[in-house]
């Protein structure tokens, strides 16, 4: 079925809302898929990957002058902390990310950030291939990375990457197994409906033949 | 693309209102329809195009069921509202979300329908919520007849005879849509989709655009039904009705969390309206034109006020209030007082000692007559920016923007029970928003992030013994909760109309001050609140007709008022 990516990212945000992330990482998660999506790439997949185990405690980190590490990196859990950490330095650093659960989602936080920084970020797996992101789109040749890889993200120089992007006007195609499932982590956020709720919460009769 | 504009040529302004005086729900719920109100400016649009609406399709059966096709073009743009009217039982007609049925229901579509698609969307659109739409589909929505005053039209009209101009202005529409879903609701276009179009790309302009149609289809479509019935007989219906014939809207909860989900949204339109009200207070003379023009608009206020009528108790209190004040005004503000220096700053400053209905009934007013000091603004309105985490910001500057900026959030005690007292959720039931009792109700796990002032208050709490120069980076890594609030605190230090600046989950906080500020912006008048938390409205109410649009009085209908009725 296709879908618009307004609603891509509303619901994602809701299904990482409903698998228990706070409310401003899910935020985050959200406007990734909905970049994902828009540059042709699986973003409901990719979210769903990243968030589908929950939220678990801060992530172990090490820390050096300039380089910050993740080790098994949730990447739900951990991306946003490693934009925010190459977005705050003004020196050149690294985050690096061990063990990544959901490399592709790390792609679209990547173009969330870029879009709204107007910055590049270059994404070195350690198969080789280096994934770079800029506001004008995503340079990815290579497959779509896989879970249990290792990633070395930087800020990198403008690069002029060029834009496979879709039109968003034209919606998304969306797997219906995977839209239900986001489906599914978004009813979490929902409040069972009652008589009660459905006589009070709204504060309106159900009859308005006047 | 809007070019930045030129400093040195911008109008004066005086001082902008204080955000913690005007961010407050009692005055935000005491809004009132001003020209920047984004009916008046689509309506300007469109007389500036001479836009003219054709009717293509009118596949409509003698008892008003059937399809219709509006279309026009705005911009270089076709666009074509596709109207379906179809038998309702009437136990079926609620104006709630959780409604499955109506009498009529809409698409406006981005160009003009092929029969394929009107046959696709007659499929889809009766359904609304439940049905599939593509990005060709811009807005989606559905309108119940107002039953009484549909029949009684219908009836007189078929007769030969008028309807009663007190019926007429007591409700004021013949339909009332409850709810126009647009930017991407149900697989319809993104709003990506048009906001670099021009004439719609302000705020909610193809909505505005698909109401301002079905308000036309309403009106053609009484005619229809009353032909029909006697032709013989039938007369058309005066044209002092069919303008005061706005559309309906029943509004609910949930319109009012899209102003704390659109911060930047909400203070672009909110610091439009500021400086509009800045420009007209530093004119330091006006013209006799202007004066007549204001005295015109005064007179014309009075007499909308006298027409407003409600049952509810406490806006009919307000209402009286107003009334007595607007008068006090009227009778200060006479030609020669208006003469002297600096007439609309001293108006405004006149009105501190009135209700807070009154201080905005006069903001409405005296922007009125200043379209080419205010209108312009309008092109500041729209937003697709988002709020942007600053993670550089050190603890001790967050904790220095929480000071200057949020003293309203960090004031609140929430240890007192009533502060906290309501919470804000989705129902599983249709989605439908609703507020609940925190102490009384279940669900009060799964709220909505509506608490912002809480969420400072935590995350102020929490920044205590944090290193000053720690940064927002360092503090969220462990911290993830706060990114939310943190996000909206930095914010609103560049953004200083972007909070609500009142305890959203408080014992005391009325939803219905929230829609009302945003249905004003709108371009809603005669608020008629059925509860705390819904309320009727009029659209259009004396806008110009299909044929009017381009006319002499095209611009010239806030607070409008029926004649004769009383």
Redesign the interface.
Known sequence: ???????IE?LLRKAATGAG?????A??IG?AGAWLCAQGQDGVAACLAGIDTGPDA?PP?LRNTGTLSFVDAHIA?CG??A???L???DTAGEVRLANADAPLLLVGLAGAAAE??ETDFALQYSHGCTVRVGPSGLDMSAPPPVAGIDVILTRTEKIDAPSDRKS????IDVDEVLWAKALALA????????E???A??????????? | MIEAPNPDTLPAETALRDPGEVMRLSRMGSFFPTRLSFMRTLIRRLSRETATVTRPVWDIDESGFGRAVYSLTVGGHVYSLVAFSAPLDPERRTDRVIAEAWDTSYVLYDGTPSTAEIDRLEENAPKQEAGRFGASDLVLCRANKSVRVFEHVVDCLARGTQPCSDLINATGYLMRTTAVYGNGKFGIADRARIEQRSGLSGPFAAEMLAVWLVRGFTLDLVEHIARCRAPATFVALDRKFKRHLGIGNATGLGMAPFLVSHPILLNNWMMARETALARVRAVSKTSPEIIESFLHLIARARRHLGQWTVDDGRQSERIATLRGELAELEALATPQWLSEPYPWDRLIEATGRCSLECQELVVALVLEPHGDLVDGLVDCMASDERPRLQPATTAGDLKRLIAEHCGWATSIDFEYRRATKQFWYVSEEKLEPRLGDRYDEPGADLEMPLDIARRVQALRRDLDGLPDEQTVAEFLLSRPEHRYVVRRVQTLAAHPYAEIRDNLIGADCLPIDMLRCKLSFFGASKFDPKSDRWTRITLYQGAPLFDEIGGADADDWWLPVLEGAS
Not at chain 1, 1 to 7: G, K, P, V
Not at chain 1, 168 to 171: E, N, V
Not at chain 1, 187 to 194: E, G, H, I, L, M
């Open positions: 079925m296709r879908h618009s990516l307004n609603e509303v992330y706070p409310y401003g990482v935020e985050d406007q801060p980190t859990h946003p902390s934009f925010d950490f977005l705050s330095n709204a920084w968003p006007s034209d919606g009813a979490r956020t929902y409040v069972p409906a009652s009660a709720s459905r009070r919460g709204a504060g309106a009769g159900e009859i308005d033949n006047d």
